[in-house]
């Protein structure tokens, strides 16, 4: 079974910091997805990266894929508080080595940005 | 999230009763999945279910678990005689017909046992 850990847990910062998260596995993973979730909601879908080595922008958010396929990382520039919330890291489950539609997750990354 | 209906939001039971947690997916997606999110902690597969097959059902629980989809109707998830480590809250996701693709989640049902 394919993990992925994800660091650090809680995180707690100014507004105006910069942040980065991690994700990483001892597995290759064909692709690796990014969620955010907020108290009471499902996760929300930010990003998928899929190629070793991609890096993929969302305004002040960044996103990177190892060029190993193993890790990846997420990284907030100028916090504000609207980023407060659970980051997740998830990718294909695999079912007999054939990656399935499922989802495996990592254990996410508690964000708390303070005004 | 809107797309992804999950009902009821709240649920409360007693020990040793039954839940039914109902997901109604995006419409025109066919494939439905649910997982278990623990307090401060990532979610984790349950089962992946078609219309009217459970496709992949190796993250649930043999005892007490069990998943539907029927031709028509939402997606029920069943817990029978519920135990206070049930506590948890459980999404559904939907994706479109074809494979590797996005997955929609929606709010989660908390299900909490006295």
């Known amino acids: 079974t394919q993990l992925l850990e994800q660091s650090p847990q809680f995180l707690s910062i100014q507004e105006g910091e910069n942040l980065t998260v991690y994700c990483n596995s001892s597995s290759v993973f064909s692709s690796l997805q990014w969620y955010r979730q907020e108290p009471g909601e499902g996760p929300v879908l930010l990003v998928t990266?899929?190629?070793?080595?991609e890096v993929k922008k969302l305004k002040r958010l960044t996103f990177q894929f190892g060029d190993a396929r193993k890790d990846s990382s997420l990284h907030i520039t100028a916090a504000q508080p609207g980023d407060t919330g659970l980051y997740l890291c998830?990718?294909?489950?695999?079912?007999?080595?054939?990656?399935?539609?499922?989802?495996?997750f990592g254990g996410g990354t508690r964000l708390m940005v303070k005004p | 999230n809107a797309g992804v209906m999950q009902n009821p939001r709240h649920l409360v039971r007693r020990r040793g009763q039954e839940a039914r947690l109902r997901c109604s997916p995006m419409k025109g997606h066919s494939h439905v999945y649910w997982y278990r999110q623990l307090p401060e902690e990532g979610l984790k597969f349950m089962v992946y279910?078609?219309?009217?097959?459970?496709?992949?059902e190796s993250g649930m629980p043999k005892e007490r678990f069990s998943a539907e989809f029927p031709k028509e109707g939402p997606s029920i998830l069943r817990i029978q005689q519920v135990v206070r480590g049930d506590s948890a809250a459980y999404f559904c996701?939907?994706?479109?017909?074809?494979?590797?693709?996005?997955?929609?989640f929606g709010d989660g049902t908390r299900l909490s046992i006295l």
């Open positions: 990266v899929v190629t070793g080595g």
């Open positions: 279910l078609q219309k009217e097959n459970i496709i992949d």
């Open positions: 998830a990718g294909p489950r695999y079912v007999n080595n054939n990656a399935g539609n499922m989802l495996t």
């Open positions: 996701a939907s994706s479109p017909k074809a494979s590797n693709q996005p997955q929609h």
